[in-house]
Nanobody
Framework: QLQLVESGGGLVQPGGSLRLSCAVS????????IGWFRQAPGKEREGVSF????????NYADSVKGRFTVSRDNAKNTVYLRMNNLKPEDTAVYYC???????????????????WGQGTQVTVSS
């Protein structure tokens, strides 16, 4: 059974850090690009970061460049999102998603990602 499970969210003060994990089961992770998305209350879902099947291509939203780092460990079937210098505007539910991409093509729109996790809440507040 294909499953993506996010973890690592929580409450953190502005300037703090969190590391999100996306544990994947039921598919061969090294054939899939992974995207991190977030959705804040009353706002549309937005792409945060994307990593190709072997990590050769990585993209970030402008709002998180220099603060967030995506990585993956295909042997552990896990993808990570390290978030530093968090701001209140980073508050959202964060989702990981998988897109079949056997080349190094890196999808960057939500509609290209077929499989989604349930999300983990990140709240940045003092």
């Amino acid at each position: 059974q294909l499953q993506l499970v996010e973890s690592g969210g929580g409450l953190v003060q502005p300037g703090g850090s969190l590391r999100l994990s996306c544990a994947v089961s039921g598919l061969a992770l090294d054939y899939y690009a992974i995207g991190w998305f977030r959705q804040a209350p009353g706002k549309e879902r937005e792409g945060v970061s994307f990593i190709s099947r072997r990590g050769g291509r990585i993209n970030y939203a402008d709002s998180v460049k220099g603060r967030f780092t995506v990585s993956r460990d295909n042997a552990k079937n896990t993808v990570y999102l390290r978030m530093n210098n968090l701001k209140p505007e980073d508050t959202a539910v964060y989702y990981c998603a998988a897109a079949y991409s056997p080349s190094e093509y890196l999808p960057w729109t939500a509609r290209e990602y077929a499989y989604w996790g349930q999300g983990t809440q990140v709240t940045v507040s003092s």
